[in-house]
Nanobody, 115 residues
Framework: QVQLVESGGGLVQPGGSLRLSCAAS????????MYWVRQAPGKGLEWVSA????????YYADSVKGRFTISSDNAKNTVSLEMNSLKPEDTAVYYC????????WGQGTQVTVSS
């Protein structure tokens, strides 16, 4: 059974940091591109960051470049998103997505940036 379980969300003040994690199981993790995608209140899905299978290439949306860092651990089947200098506009539900021939999604974790 495929599972993607996100954790690490919460409430943080502007300028603060959070680290999201996604634990994957039920598929060959190292063969999948892993993405973080977010959905702000009342808005559509927004791609945030991606890491190629093996972790040798990373990609970021312009809105988070320089502030967020994606990483993966193929031995532990986890992908993480380190988020620094958080802004109120980063408030969203953050989803982990695994994509190859098939696409799998986690249940999401809420990130709220507010003073």
């Amino acid at each position: 059974q495929v599972q993607l379980v996100e954790s690490g969300g919460g409430l943080v003040q502007p300028g603060g940091s959070l680290r999201l994690s996604c634990a994957a199981s039920g598929f060959t993790f190292s063969s999948y591109w892993m993405y973080w995608v977010r959905q702000a209140p009342g808005k559509g899905l927004e791609w945030v960051s991606a890491i190629r299978f093996g972790g040798d290439r990373t990609y970021y949306a312009d809105s988070v470049k320089g502030r967020f860092t994606i990483s993966s651990d193929n031995a532990k089947n986890t992908v993480s998103l380190e988020m620094n200098s958080l802004k109120p506009e980063d408030t969203a539900v953050y989803y982990c997505n695994a994509h190859n021939v098939r696409s799998y999604w986690g249940q999401g974790t809420q990130v709220t940036v507010s003073s």
